[in-house]
């Protein structure tokens, strides 16, 4: 009798979760076209969501303690249950391993009670989260209590059993209802979402690392199919992409992540990826949102719909929020469900870009600029070379070839991005290494077009790049400037452009540790290295820069945040050209993070994180670019 009650709850119970989830996918499904790998995604899942995304999880060991023992106890309990009622019957064994999965569960419950009512992180959302502890904790005591009783022979009082099975299911729908539209979402959305990923190839059974955009087609691909330049409105995501954005359980990860939220610009990425999970509901409004709102922007105020603009100054985003983001993907490495906030935010600006021509502020003249001659300040292209006419740098003609050539970039132009170029021309000098550069023909490679939308324009200058660089003979390319390094290696490919490119860190490590140069005059000075969120998060690149600070003799600082996890300069993505404020700006915090390690000196790899912390005022640590620094320490005695 209480075996047969407990499984009758539990699967009409899941039936109607079955039946919601069913009913959840119509809007998903309503995206455009995506083409999935079904079979090999399903077959993929187990190990995406026991590899991957534990291992996001596992940054908080706490958290990942409490989801290993919730979710393992909840899954053993509901198979134990099915199989009691359906298949077996119930026998004091099975009572008793039912009692011993639902007491692991309970441990867990308690666990992700005292998270969520005592540690009260401030980037977790409320509503209806806030019944995740008393869902959990109904579920696993009731039937603890039921499981115990049966396995000791059933002295309870069948009204009591019955009483605590009815509590049990209560707590148990709230959970599913939890999968539908609450805190247990990636349990199903989830899932799905890991299986049928737009980006397969960033899981560990792929390459592990995909962060280049993907091209975006400018012309028709049919006779009678319309060119999508972008995404207006939520229909126009993929369908697999809609998904994506439903799988967020608003853990916070990314907004505690996010260096625009923390300077106070109008962007909380958790709030960003609700506005479009709402936004593709018929009525949609943020009035429900329960989590911290965009900085300086209320809740409530945001209206949209699945087949309505998303951009606007009362529609789900404000322009402000889509301008904000700077790229640096710190959003994208914390999420656990692996949603990718930057895509969505490209597709959005490349509408605006593109179709409205909406692109704000300075970005805007910049991207005329960059149409008119090549590069984003409109200056000629010889001028790029003023820095260097007493330094005879050899031009690699069409047809030439050389070992190493090095592409300078558009940091080019700027006085204090000339000298680190210098200090690393000096370098390949003293240590015999054979280079040349494109002169003149080096073209803007479209980093900052691209991600303010300007497909178009990227795509010109992709292409020209690529001819021109195919049309010489050489082993690598070397640059100082990771922008351009992610673009050029991650990018050009899908435009016919393959070669091997190299940060100029990776290339003077290799040189001291051939015994190229010589450190003569160790550095001997406390530096902290800001690792340039386009060489870490979107290349892995982390260590190159620090063995080299180390073989120049640095005393090394780390700050809080670093590596992988570093935090942004506010140089990416075109944000400086935008002109979006916030309560304090992005460099400024980024200082003041270098300031706790207590380092007399920030060690930077990339012309815009120069720029950016440079400007910074006030006391702060010297800036120096490491190639400056290997040129100091390798000096040789007159």
């Known amino acids: 009798m209480i075996a047969t009650a407990l499984t009758t709850v539990v699967l009409a119970v899941l039936a109607i979760g079955a039946a919601l989830a069913a009913w959840q996918s119509r809007r998903w499904l309503a995206g455009r076209p995506a083409t999935v790998g079904v079979v090999a995604g399903l077959r993929a899942l187990p190990g995406r969501y026991l590899v991957d995304v534990h291992h996001v999880v596992g940054r908080t060991p706490f958290n990942a303690r409490f989801h290993a023992l919730v979710a393992g106890g909840f899954l053993a309990a509901l198979v134990l249950l099915v199989a009691m009622g359906v298949a077996i019957g119930g026998s004091r064994i099975l009572w008793l391993l039912l009692a011993v999965v639902l007491a692991v569960m309970l441990v867990g419950a308690l666990m992700v009670r005292h998270r969520r009512r005592v540690l009260r992180p401030r980037e977790l959302s409320q509503g209806r989260f806030s019944r995740l502890p008393l869902s959990l904790l109904g579920f696993s005591g009731s039937l ?13 009082p069948e009204a009591l059993a019955l009483a605590l099975i009815a509590v049990a299911g209560v707590a148990l729908a709230d959970l599913v209802w939890g999968v539908w539209k609450g805190p247990l979402k990636h349990a199903v959305h989830g899932a799905l979402h890991l299986a049928f990923h737009p980006r397969p190839a960033r899981f560990h059974d792929g390459k592990g690392r995909d962060t280049g955009l993907k091209p975006l087609p400018l012309a028709p691909m049919g006779d009678n199919e319309p060119v999508a330049l972008g995404v207006e409105r939520p229909v126009d995501f993929a369908w697999n992409r809609l998904l994506g954005f439903d799988a967020c359980v608003q853990c916070g990860r990314c907004e505690t992540a996010c260096p625009a939220y923390a300077a106070g610009l109008p962007l909380n990425p958790k709030k960003l990826v609700q506005d479009l999970v709402v936004a593709m509901d018929g ?72 179709e409205l021509g909406a692109t704000p502020g300075k970005a805007a003249v910049m991207l005329e600029e960059l149409r008119a001659t090549d590069n984003p300040g409109g200056r000629a292209l010889a001028r790029r070379w003023d820095w260097a006419a007493d330094l005879s740098l050899p031009r690699l003609p069409a047809g030439g070839s050389c070992d190493t050539l090095l592409w300078v970039g558009d940091g080019a132009f700027d006085l204090r991005v000339q000298r680190s170029l210098r200090a690393l021309v000096l370098l390949l000098r003293r240590a015999g290494v054979e280079f040349a550069v494109l002169g003149d023909e080096e073209l803007d490679c479209g980093d900052v077009a691209r991600r303010l939308g300007d497909e178009a324009t990227f795509q010109s200058l992709a292409t020209r790049n690529v001819a021109t660089l195919n049309a010489r003979r050489l082993n690598r390319i070397v640059t100082a400037d990771p922008h351009a390094l992610h673009t050029l290696r991650n990018e050009y490919p899908a435009f016919g452009g393959n070669w091997t490119i190299v940060h100029h860190t990776a290339l003077l490590l290799e040189l001291i540790t051939a015994g190229a140069l010589t450190v003569t005059k160790p550095v001997g000075r406390s530096v902290t ?20 600070l180390d073989a120049i003799g640095v005393e090394r600082r780390e700050m809080l945040r670093s590596g992988l996890r570093s935090s942004c300069c506010g140089g990416g993505g075109g944000a400086p050209l935008t002109d979006v404020s916030g309560e304090r700006r992005i460099p400024d915090v980024r200082m003041e993070h270098a300031r706790e390690t207590g380092a007399s000196m920030v060690a930077v790899a990339c012309p815009n994180c120069a720029l950016m912390l440079e400007g910074v005022v006030g006391p702060r640590p010297e800036v120096a670019e490491i190639a400056e620094l290997v040129l100091a320490a390798t000096e040789t005695a007159r």
């Open 144 to 156: 603890l209590l039921v499981a115990l009783d049966q396995s000791l022979g059933g002295v309870m």
């Open 283 to 354: 009525q949609a409004s943020d009035a429900a949102y329960a989590g911290n709102p965009h900085p300086g922007r209320g809740v409530g105020k945001a209206h949209g719909g699945a087949a309505l603009p998303l951009i606007g100054a009362d529609a789900m985003i404000h322009p402000d929020t889509l301008w904000s983001c700077t790229t640096c993907r710190a959003c994208v490495q914390e999420c656990p469900m692996m949603i990718e906030h930057v895509d969505a935010v490209v597709d959005l600006r490349r509408f605006q870009t593109l």
């Open 529 to 548: 290295f800001h690792d340039p969120c386009y060489l870490g998060r979107y290349n892995g690149e982390i260590e190159a820069p620090r063995v080299l």
